[in-house]
């Protein structure tokens, strides 16, 4: 574990600046396609991420942590953040597992640019049958965008492909959990809390709160999982 360089008020100042990194970047992923130099700026943005998930101080500078900021430029960075929370506390902490997952979860929605503006703009639940087939596709546009960017993780591929997985209720391909690739259960737990967060207007700490009082999705998740992500947000003095 890394050792703790930042205070929390410069742990503050790191996480708004790595959100706006991330802004910018997916920004430009978004805009003109996903190539072998913004993927290299995705990989380092990932590995700042989880430098600073280890840091001391982090659970507190997330506490005013707050993104409403209109999808997909910046949600994704919650979703890399929560994903990385997970993983160290399921002590899945090898570098190749924290790039899969950091750069999976900044990626995961990639596949939206493939998508008509009307399906874009409009929520799953209000699509027509035929505009739901097409916003299903995302995870499968996403998966061939990164498979064409030999520096991305081949595991990048699954993440992308199955975040939407979950208890046999999800797309593409309605897989129960013992089905799903483990790294992308992480993601898709962390889209849906990150998801939560913009719908209840609250931030993680207090989100997680009324996130978890909700028994019918959390049965929707592998329980180790679901554990995982409520321990990560408590401080864990010894283990750092
Ligand atoms: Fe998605
Ligand atoms: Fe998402």
């Excluded at 205070?7 to 959100?19: F, N, P, V």
């Excluded at 049958?129 to 596709?137: G, R, S």
Aim: with cysteine; charged share 25%; proline share 5%.
């Amino acid at each position: 574990m890394k050792v703790t360089q930042y205070g929390e008020g410069a742990c503050r100042d790191r996480l708004e600046h790595l959100r706006s990194q991330a802004h910018e970047i997916l920004g430009e992923i978004y805009n003109s396609g996903l190539d072998h130099l913004n993927a290299q700026k995705i990989i380092a943005l990932a590995s700042d991420i989880s430098d600073l998930v280890d840091e001391r101080d982090f659970t507190s500078a997330l506490r005013e942590f707050q993104d409403y900021a209109p999808y997909p430029l910046t949600h994704p960075f919650m979703v890399a953040i929560l994903g990385l929370m997970i993983c160290k506390k399921l002590d899945w902490n090898t570098d190749r597992t924290l790039l899969a997952v950091g750069v999976g979860a900044l990626l995961h929605d990639v596949g939206m640019t493939k998508l008509p503006e009307r399906v874009i703009a409009t929520h799953p639940n209000d699509l027509s049958p035929e505009d739901l087939i097409q916003y299903h596709k995302h995870c499968e546009h996403g998966m061939n965008i990164v498979a064409a960017v030999p520096s991305i993780p081949v595991a990048v591929q699954q993440i992308v492909y199955q975040h939407h997985e979950y208890s046999a209720k999800g797309f593409p391909h309605g897989l129960n959990n013992l089905k799903v690739y483990p790294l992308a259960k992480v993601v898709c737990l962390s889209d849906r809390f990150a998801r939560f967060l913009i719908l209840n207007q609250v931030g993680p700490i207090d989100g997680l709160k009324k996130f978890v009082a909700s028994k019918e999705e959390l049965r929707l998740h592998d329980p180790e999982i679901v554990r995982a992500f409520i321990k990560s947000f408590i401080k864990d003095e010894k283990a750092r």
